[in-house]
Nanobody, 122 residues
Framework: QVQLVESGGGSVQSGGSLRPSCAAS????????MGWFRQAPGKEREGVAA???????TYADSVKGRFTISQDNAKNILYLQMNSLKREDTGMYYC????????????????WGQGTQVTVSS
């Protein structure tokens, strides 16, 4: 059974940092593309960052230069280092996994975690 479990969200002031993580189990982790998505109240879910099976990464324009996605393949853990946080980064952050890049970045990945809340205050 595939499981994705996020942790490490929290509340921080503007300009601060957080590093949520996502523990994956139940599948061959290294074969999958992994991503972080977020959803703010009243808004649609959006892609934040993704890392592919070859190690390449992609980021939403709004987080480039501030967020870094990484993974520990030995531990099957996905991370999102978030620096210089802004109020508009507030939302529920979800990790997702899929074999296909298109499905992942299109927001229709096969597997999703339950989310971890990030709140940035001014």
């Amino acid at each position: 059974q595939v499981q994705l479990v996020e942790s490490g969200g929290g509340s921080v002031q503007s300009g601060g940092s957080l590093r949520p993580s996502c523990a994956a189990s139940g599948y061959t982790y290294s074969s999958y593309c992994m991503g972080w998505f977020r959803q703010a109240p009243g808004k649609e879910r959006e892609g934040v960052a993704a890392i592919y099976s070859d190690g390449s990464t992609t980021y939403a324009d709004s987080v480039k230069g501030r967020f870094t996605i990484s993974q520990d393949n030995a531990k099957n853990i996905l991370y999102l280092q978030m620096n210089s946080l802004k109020r508009e980064d507030t939302g529920m952050y979800y990790c997702a996994a899929d074999v296909f890049v298109g499905r992942l970045w299109g927001g229709i990945a096969n597997y999703w975690g339950q989310g971890t809340q990030v709140t940035v205050s001014s």
